[in-house]
Protein backbone atom coordinates (compact mmCIF):
# COMPACT_ATOMS: atom_id res chain seq x y z
CA UNK A 1 0.00 0.00 0.00
CA UNK A 2 1.27 3.50 -0.96
CA UNK A 3 2.36 5.65 2.32
CA UNK A 4 -0.35 8.10 1.00
CA UNK A 5 -2.84 5.70 1.39
CA UNK A 6 -2.30 5.59 5.08
CA UNK A 7 -1.46 9.32 5.94
CA UNK A 8 -4.84 11.01 4.11
CA UNK A 9 -6.33 10.10 7.40
CA UNK A 10 -3.85 11.06 9.94
CA UNK A 11 -4.24 14.01 11.93
CA UNK A 12 -2.55 15.39 15.27
CA UNK A 13 -4.82 16.84 17.47
CA UNK A 14 -3.40 20.73 16.83
CA UNK A 15 -3.74 19.80 13.62
CA UNK A 16 -7.63 18.87 13.92
CA UNK A 17 -8.32 21.55 16.20
CA UNK A 18 -6.70 24.26 13.10
CA UNK A 19 -8.57 22.41 10.28
CA UNK A 20 -12.53 22.81 12.40
CA UNK A 21 -11.06 26.32 13.38
CA UNK A 22 -10.54 27.08 9.69
CA UNK A 23 -13.39 24.61 7.93
CA UNK A 24 -15.79 26.33 5.92
CA UNK A 25 -19.28 24.28 4.68
CA UNK A 26 -18.73 22.74 1.58
CA UNK A 27 -22.47 20.61 1.52
CA UNK A 28 -25.34 19.76 3.93
CA UNK A 29 -27.52 16.45 3.12
CA UNK A 30 -29.50 13.85 4.83
CA UNK A 31 -26.38 11.49 4.39
CA UNK A 32 -23.37 13.79 6.07
CA UNK A 33 -22.02 17.31 6.55
CA UNK A 34 -18.72 17.95 4.54
CA UNK A 35 -16.64 21.04 5.13
CA UNK A 36 -12.79 22.00 3.66
CA UNK A 37 -10.54 24.43 4.51
CA UNK A 38 -6.97 24.80 3.10
CA UNK A 39 -4.69 21.64 3.29
CA UNK A 40 -2.13 21.80 5.58
CA UNK A 41 0.18 19.47 3.66
CA UNK A 42 1.25 18.69 0.69
CA UNK A 43 -1.67 16.84 -0.22
CA UNK A 44 -5.17 16.82 0.65
CA UNK A 45 -6.66 14.65 3.98
CA UNK A 46 -10.05 13.49 5.43
CA UNK A 47 -11.10 13.68 8.73
CA UNK A 48 -14.03 11.61 8.75
CA UNK A 49 -16.38 12.11 12.55
CA UNK A 50 -18.93 9.32 12.74
CA UNK A 51 -20.71 9.43 16.52
CA UNK A 52 -22.11 6.35 18.29
CA UNK A 53 -26.14 7.81 16.78
CA UNK A 54 -24.65 6.81 13.34
CA UNK A 55 -24.88 2.78 14.38
CA UNK A 56 -22.81 -0.11 15.92
CA UNK A 57 -19.24 -0.35 15.59
CA UNK A 58 -19.16 -2.47 11.96
CA UNK A 59 -21.66 -0.15 10.40
CA UNK A 60 -19.51 2.91 11.55
CA UNK A 61 -15.99 1.35 10.06
CA UNK A 62 -17.90 0.63 7.37
CA UNK A 63 -19.18 3.97 6.38
CA UNK A 64 -15.20 4.75 6.76
CA UNK A 65 -13.67 2.44 4.63
CA UNK A 66 -16.28 3.50 1.82
CA UNK A 67 -15.18 7.14 2.58
CA UNK A 68 -11.46 6.75 2.83
CA UNK A 69 -11.57 4.31 -0.64
CA UNK A 70 -13.78 7.02 -2.28
CA UNK A 71 -11.05 10.04 -1.54
CA UNK A 72 -8.08 7.61 -2.20
CA UNK A 73 -9.65 6.35 -5.22
CA UNK A 74 -11.17 9.23 -7.17
CA UNK A 75 -7.82 11.25 -5.89
CA UNK A 76 -9.22 13.47 -4.10
CA UNK A 77 -6.29 14.05 -2.39
CA UNK A 78 -4.87 16.23 -5.17
CA UNK A 79 -6.80 18.79 -4.65
CA UNK A 80 -5.98 21.47 -2.85
CA UNK A 81 -8.18 20.96 0.54
CA UNK A 82 -8.79 19.47 3.69
CA UNK A 83 -11.94 17.49 4.50
CA UNK A 84 -14.31 17.00 7.27
CA UNK A 85 -17.13 14.38 6.53
CA UNK A 86 -19.37 14.40 9.48
CA UNK A 87 -21.64 11.19 8.94
CA UNK A 88 -24.92 11.24 9.90
CA UNK A 89 -27.32 8.47 10.45
CA UNK A 90 -29.03 8.20 6.89
CA UNK A 91 -25.49 7.40 5.57
CA UNK A 92 -25.49 3.45 6.80
CA UNK A 93 -28.77 3.48 4.33
CA UNK A 94 -26.49 4.36 1.43
CA UNK A 95 -25.52 2.11 -0.82
CA UNK A 96 -21.76 2.42 -2.15
CA UNK A 97 -22.62 3.89 -5.64
CA UNK A 98 -25.23 6.51 -3.98
CA UNK A 99 -22.50 7.69 -1.46
CA UNK A 100 -20.02 8.04 -3.30
CA UNK A 101 -22.02 10.59 -6.21
CA UNK A 102 -23.28 12.29 -3.03
CA UNK A 103 -19.38 12.44 -1.82
CA UNK A 104 -17.50 13.52 -5.26
CA UNK A 105 -20.71 15.95 -6.24
CA UNK A 106 -20.12 17.76 -3.03
CA UNK A 107 -16.58 17.96 -3.34
CA UNK A 108 -16.22 19.03 -7.16
CA UNK A 109 -18.96 21.45 -6.98
Do not use: C, H
Not at 1 to 29: C, H, N, Y
Not at 36 to 63: C, H, M
Request: net charge positive.
Amino acid sequence: MPRIARDITRFTRSEVEQLFAQAKPALRSTAFGLLRAPRQKEFGRVLIVTSRKVGNAPERNKIRRRLRSIFYEEKVFELLYDWIVLVKKNAVKLEFEELKKLFLGGILK
